[in-house]
T-cell receptor
Framework: DTEVTQTPKHLVMGMTNKKSLKCEQH?????MYWYKQKAKKPPELMFV???????INESVPSRFSPECPNSSLLNLHLHALQPEDSALYLC?????????????FGSGTRLTVV | KNEVEQSPQNLTAQEGEFITINCSYS?????LHWLQQHPGGGIVSLFM???GKKKHGRLIATINIQEKHSSLHITASHPRDSAVYIC????????????FGKGTHLIIQP
């Protein structure tokens, strides 16, 4: 298995809802990343997990809460989002956070906050 | 923090043309990545380079570490090559993920 699988592919949520995005990989990668991408912009790093520990939090608002329950799974819990949080949320993985390894990206979750 | 510049931002060409996309970065890196993204879609990794040249089918990527510059070439371009091509770099530590260029929006017309 050489893929990163993200679910759901599309999500519409209200500002008072709580939802979660899921990312899964079975390549044995020990680094996993969440990126946010607005239309016609490059991805922006949100969180980095290395060996299931949060190593980078790029000053992301607390309404986004990451979780890495095991080495194959990465979640992003969403609560009280704003319409400006609507974006494509991309998950990626790499063998480690050392910069010499390639990245595998998921196909993303298209999030719309209404 | 590394600055990654891509050119051109937009490129329209005819089917069969030879395409070149350029990328430059400001500080030393451990690797440079060329990525492809179709509209509304996820990102596909095309190449990871730390030196020299790599080829995969009609795609060729080169990097000059001394000049902090990389190019992506597409030979015999085809409409299915239409996509956004993104240059991204990882720094020595790598723990901060990738730094992305703004992307090149390529359209290949039949």
């Amino acid at each position: 298995d050489t893929e990163v699988t993200q679910t759901p592919k599309h999500l519409v949520m209200g500002m008072t809802n709580k939802k979660s995005l899921k990312c899964e990989q079975h390549m044995g990668h020990r680094a996993m990343y969440w990126y946010k991408q607005k239309a016609k912009k490059p991805p922006e790093l949100m969180f980095v997990y290395s060996y299931e520990k949060l190593s980078i939090n790029e000053s992301v608002p607390s309404r986004f809460s990451p979780e890495c329950p095991n080495s194959s799974l990465l979640n992003l819990h969403l609560h009280a989002l704003q319409p400006e949080d609507s974006a494509l949320y991309l998950c990626a993985s790499s063998q480690s956070t050392r910069g010499l390894y390639g990245y595998t990206f998921g196909s993303g979750t298209r999030l719309t906050v209404v | 923090k590394n600055e990654v510049e891509q050119s051109p931002q937009n490129l329209t060409a005819q089917e069969g043309e030879f395409i070149t996309i350029n990328c430059s970065y400001s500080v030393g890196i451990s690797a440079l990545h060329w990525l492809q993204q179709h509209p509304g879609g996820g990102i596909v990794s095309l190449f990871m380079l730390s030196s020299g040249k790599k080829k995969h089918g009609r795609l060729i990527a080169t990097i000059n570490i001394q000049e902090k510059h990389s190019s992506l070439h597409i030979t015999a371009s085809h409409p299915r090559d239409s996509a956004v091509y993104i240059c991204a770099v990882s720094s020595g530590g790598g723990a901060d993920g990738l730094t992305f260029g703004k992307g090149t929006h390529l359209i290949i017309q039949p």
